[in-house]
């Protein structure tokens, strides 16, 4: 006859080092296996949405910043696409072009953070200053055109609120062609690295029934194998104009949908949004990016849903308008929220160091799961 | 022999037992501590592409200072829930494991603490004081985090000591001597006697012995990184997962004794690898004092070995923290189970057949 032991109760976070943020896991314990996750989330809610009904149209971008802060500019093209939707407002190539470049370099911005903080969860601490040392190159270049380096405010409603700096393409190019290399040498020092694979190869499992209905988008999705990429399959923007591809996860190191898979879909990424970023490099046109800015933003009475591809999956904006300048209600579907969702089913009967490593995987961002 | 010079100078046992057992911590582990932690920290800043410490000194090389000094004055938390006389104590016994290692390990030919004929294995019986230390202290902090930190440290230190005895026996057979003093005797001369390369003999069995011995190294320099938790099996220390180990609630003075017990260990099983394998404080090419006639030299020069083989090790051992990830709780009992132990066994069994032969 087994014995019954007690379960261990182990409340992880909201200060631990590897919840990424604020969020607190409460797992069931039997010895160090995991019996069951409950996620307390609300440590970080900040009261955007009902915030923003008090705001006029334009005055909601600096909160769209503070969701996902680390991919400010996504959030802020979103809500500019849905707004512009809404209002309809057409912008100039120019500005569209713009978008797609900072876009595609906060996308690469943070894959790198998801990457080095997903090593460090790991134990490689070296890949994770890698990563961020490639970061800062970006935010330079950020810094450059909108003076700011994390919470931009740069993509306005109709436009963008500077022209690129000059030697800003110039600067991107470099970019580039330093930042191909470093790839491969990420590759080499984690990507491959044998302990690597071994701690998430097989671990986490995410079978695609599951993630659909989970709602799981974004990385998550593709690793587990589904080619779905709303700049392909729902084109927005200047995105249907470039070639490129969408990676999914192939079960190289172990099963499709793997902690592996979830890790690579992220690296192959970020090559691909190179190669978005020079394609619109090559053919940006020249143009005035502040003639479509409205001096007031007033859309007629209706609703909108306008949803974008951010780096972690798809970011919804939900718009109802009354006619007046301020919105009557605003709806995120934040991708954080809706993937986080799935850690219980991924980490049952895995150890406590899983939790871990499947956490890393998702690379939630606290700010956008609470908003 | 310091125990001796000092008995007689002041004709008193415990005054010579109290000189000779504090001069290794004053004059060599203290400034090998503080010298330990700047170079870790150099070391993995300049792996990343940083600086590190720049501000203390020139480039920062009295950082390690300010950080005893601030240590010294932190508050000394004990919360209510610890078990006071068990949490007070642990550290004191983890630090005592790992400086008595230093009581047998032939610093130069002229000083060794305790000239013991069972040296290594007195050596592996002591650090086997720090996994009771370290359970003390993981029970004691009343902690889920600290125990379970605990819990694995112990596991582990204790499933890769067998790997370590195995090799180590192994090499008996070769030398037939347990007193380390002894075997970095054997080993003086050129590097080629040393037994890595197969010992000081000259025979065909000294070249059957050099691939043996090779694997033989390999294993127990895995096996010590496991022992005083080191990347890739920090497991005990999982920054991510059990936020600092068994001393996550340890501060101010009992946490700084944590952390000089872990740098004294480093060096301990570095200095044990390159007794064992690599001539201890052996030179590898002659010594300039036995060429100048100036034989007060030699010690001083081996010291010079002792330390430079020493730093080293512990230099591979951070070089490999800064490169690899970590393993998980099981998978680093397979290595030890699965491969480390097979390997080491087969490998003292075919090294006892020709040592027979």
């Not at chain 1, 104009?241 to 690579?264: A, L, Q």
Request: charged share 15%.
């Amino acid at each position: 006859m087994a014995l019954k032991t007690e379960e261990m109760i182990l409340n992880m976070g909201p200060q631990h080092p590897s919840t990424h943020g604020v969020l607190r896991l409460e797992l069931q314990l039997e010895g160090e296996l995991i019996v069951n996750i409950i996620p307390h989330i609300g440590y970080l809610h900040r009261c955007f949405e009902k915030h923003a009904e008090a705001m006029t149209y334009p005055q909601v971008i600096p909160y769209t910043d503070r969701m996902d802060y680390l991919a400010s500019m996504y959030n802020e093209f979103g809500y500019a696409l849905a707004v512009e939707k809404l209002a309809g407002i057409e912008v100039p190539e120019r500005v569209e072009y713009i978008r797609v470049i900072m876009g595609e370099l906060q996308r690469i911005a943070s894959h790198l953070v998801a990457i080095g903080t997903y090593g460090a969860d790991i134990g490689a601490f070296t890949p994770f200053l890698f990563c961020f040392r490639d970061r800062e190159k970006i935010l330079s270049l950020f810094e450059m055109t909108c003076g700011a380096r994390l919470l931009y405010n740069y993509i306005w409603i109709g436009g963008v609120s500077h022209d690129l700096h000059p030697d800003f393409l110039r600067l991107t190019k470099e970019f580039i062609d330093y930042f191909r290399p470093k790839i491969k040498e990420l590759n080499d020092l984690l990507s491959y690295n044998k302990i690597f694979i071994e701690r998430t190869a097989n671990v986490g499992i995410l079978p695609l029934d599951v993630a659909i209905n989970y709602g799981i988008t974004g990385p998550m999705l593709r690793a587990s194998g589904m080619k779905w990429d709303l700049r392909k399959d729902d084109p927005y923007s200047v995105y249907d104009k470039f070639d490129y591809d969408i990676p999914v996860g192939d079960g190289r190191m172990g099963t499709v949908g793997d902690s592996w898979d979830r890790y690579f879909v992220r690296v192959l990424e970020m090559e691909e949004s190179l190669k978005i970023i020079e394609q619109a490099i090559a053919n940006i046109p020249e143009g005035d990016v502040t003639s479509a800015i409205p001096k007031r933003v007033k859309p007629p009475v209706g609703q909108v849903y306008s949803r974008v591809e951010n780096p972690r999956g798809e970011l919804g904006y939900f718009i109802m308008s009354n006619g007046t300048p301020n919105p009557l209600r605003i709806k995120v579907r934040g991708p954080s929220f809706v993937n986080l969702a799935v850690i219980n089913e991924l980490c049952k009967n895995l150890l406590v160091a899983d939790v871990i490593t499947i956490l890393g995987s998702i690379d939630i961002v606290l700010g956008e799961v609470d908003r | 022999m310091i125990y001796d010079f000092f008995t007689n100078l002041f004709n008193n046992q415990i005054i010579g037992i109290i000189i000779s057992a504090a001069l290794p911590l004053l004059l060599f582990i203290l400034p090998f501590v503080l010298v330990a932690v700047l170079m870790e920290r150099k070391v993995s800043a300049h792996m990343q592409d940083r600086l590190g410490p720049m501000r203390v000194g020139y480039h920062g090389i009295l950082q390690t200072v300010a950080d005893l000094l601030k240590l010294l004055q932190k508050e000394d938390i004990v919360a209510d829930v610890n078990d006071k006389p068990l949490f007070n104590l642990a550290p004191v016994i983890v630090f005592a494991g790992s400086y008595a290692a230093f009581a047998a390990i032939p610093f130069t030919g002229a000083y060794i603490g305790s000239n013991v004929d069972l040296g290594i294995i007195y050596i592996i019986a002591a650090t086997g004081l720090v996994v009771a230390g370290i359970l003390m202290s993981g029970w004691a902090s009343n902690n889920k985090y600290t125990l379970l930190g605990a819990m694995r440290s112990a596991a582990q230190i204790i499933s890769y000591e067998i790997p370590t005895i195995l090799v180590v026996l192994s090499l008996i057979m070769i030398t037939g001597t347990m007193n380390l003093e002894t075997l970095s005797q054997m080993q003086t001369g050129y590097f080629w006697n040393w037994m890595i390369l197969g010992g000081p003999g000259t025979g065909l069995d000294k070249f059957l012995f050099i691939p043996f011995t090779v694997i033989g190294f390999l294993v127990i320099y895995i096996s010590t990184l496991a022992e005083v938790n080191r990347t890739p099996f920090d497991i005990p220390e999982a920054e991510s997962e059990l936020v600092s180990g068994y001393h996550t609630e340890y501060s101010g003075m009992k946490f700084s004794i944590f952390f000089l017990a872990e740098y004294a260990n480093m060096f301990a099983v570095s200095a044990i690898v390159a007794t064992l394998f690599f001539g201890g404080y052996q030179s590898p090419f002659g010594y300039l004092g036995n060429t100048l006639g100036a034989h007060w030299l030699i010690p001083i020069e081996q010291f010079f070995w002792f330390t430079v083989k020493g730093v080293f090790f512990v230099f591979v051992q951070m070089w490999l923290r800064w490169t690899l990830p970590r393993l998980r709780v099981d998978q680093l009992m397979a290595v030890c189970w699965k491969y480390l132990i097979p390997i080491a066994f087969v490998n003292l069994i075919i090294i006892g057949l020709i040592t027979v032969l």
